[in-house]
């Protein structure tokens, strides 16, 4: 799910996985391979949205409107 959701970010922001990883200081193989197991930390997502000029928020939002960010 990760995988597809940074994609689909890089293409709206006009950029490839492969410069975004390189950009983040990751090889092309690096950036493959943890897109393919989804492991990223909170710190490394929002460093990707900062490069593509955008945000990345990680939430639970309860029904009572308590949050856990």
Do not use: W
């Amino acid at each position: 799910e990760i995988k597809q959701k940074v994609e689909t970010a890089c293409k709206i922001a006009g950029i490839t996985v492969t410069e975004l990883g390189a950009r983040m200081g990751m090889s092309q193989a690096s950036i493959s391979k943890r897109l393919t197991t989804g492991k990223f930390t909170q710190s490394e997502l929002e460093k990707m949205a900062s490069i593509m000029g955008c945000e990345y928020h990680s939430i639970f939002i309860f029904p009572d409107g308590n949050r856990a960010e």
